[in-house]
């Protein structure tokens, strides 16, 4: 089945510096989604990407569907305390409904 | 900004209770979806729906039941709670553009 590689498992910065995290596949994906998750909340969606290549951003947020379709990447910069949270990658294959596949996330702590 | 509500947010229950945790979205969507995620940890699909009447076992292998009678409500029921039911419980919805939604989740644990 489809697997996704969601790197590095944890993080630790400091206030102000930039964060990067990638997720790789060993499928092609139409779709990648990118989560916030807080402590005992559920994720919330923070980008969404639809072709190969498309690079997005939301606010400190960038993030880039790979031209192979089997990567996906998350940028944060100038990093903040409340960026603290574990963030997940998630790929979609096709319309069916099964096939939203999640990464096993990226445990961010910002030191002051 | 998603609507889509779980109850409770958090359940204390003894071993052998029966319980139902709700779940309802205003979006109109037809595809729903529990998953079962440890504190920490990466999410287990354990059920979906493509819409009414239609429900589907998901990668994990589950105890629970879901029912989906309307689009609204796509409630989860566990017939006798046991202590290795404990976790966080999300509910989710999906766009016809493969956005996907989550619930604020229900934290379950049973004694």
């Known amino acids: 089945g489809q697997q996704l590689n969601q790197s590095p498992q944890s993080m630790f910065i400091q206030e102000g510096e930039d964060v990067s995290m990638n997720c790789t596949s060993s499928?092609?994906?139409?779709?990648w989604l990118w989560y916030k998750q807080d402590p005992g909340e559920g994720p919330v969606l923070l980008i969404a990407l639809y072709k190969a290549g498309e690079l997005t951003s939301n606010g400190r947020l960038t993030a880039q569907f790979g031209i192979t379709r089997k990567d996906s990447f998350l940028n944060i910069s100038a990093s903040i305390p409340s960026d603290v949270g574990i963030y997940f990658c998630?790929?979609?294959?096709?319309?069916?409904?099964?096939?939203?596949?999640f990464g096993s996330g990226t445990q961010l702590t910002v030191l002051p | 900004e998603a609507d889509i509500y779980q109850t409770p947010r958090y359940l204390v229950i003894g071993t052998g209770k029966k319980i139902t945790l709700e779940c309802s979205q205003t979006m109109g969507h037809d595809k729903m979806y529990w998953y079962q995620q440890d504190p920490g940890m990466e999410l287990h699909l354990i059920h979906y729906s493509y819409g009414v009447n239609s429900t589907e076992k998901g990668d994990l292998s589950s105890e629970s039941t879901v029912s989906r009678i309307r689009t609204e409500h796509f409630p989860l029921t566990l017939e006798s709670a046991r202590p290795s039911h404990t976790s966080q419980y999300l509910c989710?919805?999906?766009?016809?553009?493969?956005?996907?939604?989550f619930g604020p989740g229900t934290r379950l644990t049973v004694l």
């Open positions: 499928s092609i994906f139409n779709t």
């Open positions: 998630a790929g979609q294959l096709d319309g069916s409904a099964r096939q939203l596949t």
């Open positions: 989710a919805s999906r766009t016809s553009g493969n956005e996907q939604f």
